[in-house]
């Protein structure tokens, strides 16, 4: 197979991951005898500072060229410190979402058992947990009305939604659940919000075209609390955009650290796979990051873009038996971790390409 990845590793510690991610790309495309092109772009600080935009138009027209994109992280402190920006790193990332259509966010919430005693959460009741969350990627109130009124003293942000766009994103969750568990909780917050009761309406209405699927609602409030009291209780979750935003951030005490979480942001053309962390610019320059959530968004990539699912597969298999191996990066060790055995970014890239 001969498919074209675009590189955008973006800002702090993506710089980082997304260079283990591209060498596992590499080494697949060597087992598996595929025939991988790369190209690498600009997004979000390191666009600013280069060209004043956070999504140059040059990034966007590679995106749409390639295949697929293995992207990394946006954000500085630099912008976090100063509300009043005009131009801000994350307004590439969002207009990237929008340009691309990407309505989809995956996100797998998957527990390595090696990893049970890295979360602040009973093994007990983590063991055996497995989530797909679908959030909602280009809607709600990241994208809604927004601005100051009342000579600033009073700020807006208008959370919208259409019928349609409720509609394809449960139609994925639905068709997901049924290769899966046959569960699907809708995760809303209908008893308040009028944008929640048209949400609930159509994964209502579609409800009958899956009569496999048991349907269950739940409010945000509740859903927050039971995903650390039972996550075995949920298999696939479909939820707006911001509810997901929080709700998957929180799903990430299940995995035992965000290092570990892939997502993959989809839609009706070129897909963008990236750990759900942020820019971590506190570690930024250490090389102390976790590289294992960019690789697994790899895996993602060779799954969802390309029916790779052997090669995928084989991504994961390789990060379940570095864990098993005993190796941990500083995140995920805890107090019974030789010393030897916590590795740095490279290192654990280059461990983890012996798995391979």
């Known amino acids: 197979m001969k498919k074209h990845i675009l590189i955008v590793p973006g800002d702090g510690i993506g710089q980082e991951v997304t260079a283990v991610g591209k060498k596992v790309l590499e080494r697949i495309a060597e087992k598996f005898n595929h025939e991988f092109t790369y190209d690498e772009a600009l997004i979000g600080h390191v666009a600013i500072e280069a060209t004043g935009n956070p999504l140059p138009d040059e990034t966007l027209e590679k995106m749409r060229a390639s295949d697929a994109v293995l992207f990394g992280a946006v954000g500085h402190p630099k912008y976090d410190n100063d509300p009043s920006a005009k131009v801000r790193p994350e307004q590439g990332l969002l207009k990237m979402r929008k340009e691309l259509g990407l309505y989809a966010n995956l996100r797998p919430i998957k527990l390595f058992d090696e990893l049970l005693s890295a979360s602040s959460i009973k093994p007990e ?129 299940i995995a035992g650290s965000m290092g570990m979480l892939a997502s993959a942001s989809v839609g009706d053309s070129t897909g963008v796979y990236e750990p759900i962390h942020g820019s971590a610019h506190d570690i930024t320059g250490k090389g102390v990051a976790n590289p294992l959530a960019s690789v697994l968004s790899a895996a993602l990539l060779l799954d969802i873009s390309f029916g790779l699912k052997d090669e995928s597969n084989a991504i994961i298999a390789a990060v379940d038996q570095l864990l098993k191996d005993g190796f941990r990066t500083r995140d995920i060790a805890d107090a019974n971790t030789p010393a030897d055995k916590i590795l740095n970014t490279e290192a654990a890239g280059e461990e983890l390409l012996k798995r391979l």
Not at 181 to 196: I, M
Not at 230 to 241: C, E, G, H, M, Y
């Open 125 to 253: 009741i983590l063991k055996g947990s497995d989530i797909l969350f679908f959030r909602e990627l280009t809607g709600d109130i990241y994208f809604g009305e927004k601005g100051r009124k009342n000579d600033g003293d009073t700020a807006y942000d208008i959370a919208e939604y259409s019928k349609y766009e409720v509609e394809r994103i449960a139609r994925r969750a639905f068709e997901a659940a049924m290769t899966r568990g046959k569960r699907l909780c809708s995760v809303d917050k209908a008893n308040v919000l009028e944008s929640s009761r048209l949400w609930r309406e159509v994964v209502q209405a579609i409800a009958p075209e899956y009569p496999e699927v048991t349907v269950e609602h739940i409010f945000v409030d509740a859903a927050a609390m039971m995903l650390i009291k039972d996550p075995k209780r949920f298999d696939v979750v479909v939820t707006a955009n911001l509810f997901g935003d929080i709700l998957t951030d929180e799903a990430s005490q």
